[in-house]
């Protein structure tokens, strides 16, 4: 079991920033991969950035060169950093922690609101 806590959300002006946090606990495979996703209301979650354990990352085309996603092996935590941020990134974010085990098991945070408007 993994068990992950987010933090970070808020509310932040259009053009702001915001630093998004996510710390995993439990049984921590050495190959793993983190990410962020978001749900907007009446919209499906979708995947926001994620990173690979040797530091591969994808972004969604609707963030490049705005959100960043760093990774801290020692610590097990995940951050994104989130820059120019638009009221169309509103939305409930989420951690996700995937591993390979018989499977691959999928693990998520309770969710953290962001909020971008005037």
């Known amino acids: 079991q993994v068990h992950l806590v987010e933090s970070g959300g808020g509310l932040v002006h259009p053009g702001g920033s915001l630093t998004l946090s996510c710390a995993a606990s439990g049984t921590i495979s050495s190959i793993n991969f983190m990410g962020w996703y978001r749900q907007a209301p009446g919209k499906q979650r979708e995947l926001v950035a994620s990173?690979?354990?040797?530091?591969?990352?994808n972004y969604a085309d609707s963030v490049k060169g705005r959100f960043t996603i760093s990774r801290d092996d020692a610590r097990n935590t995940v951050t994104l950093q989130m820059n120019s941020l638009k009221p169309e990134d509103t939305a409930a974010y989420y951690c996700?922690?995937?591993?390979?085990?018989?499977?691959?098991?999928?693990?998520w945070g309770q969710g953290t609101q962001v909020t971008v408007s005037s």
């Open positions: 996700n922690y995937r591993h390979y085990r018989r499977g691959w098991e999928d693990y």
């Open positions: 990173i690979g354990s040797l530091g591969n990352t």
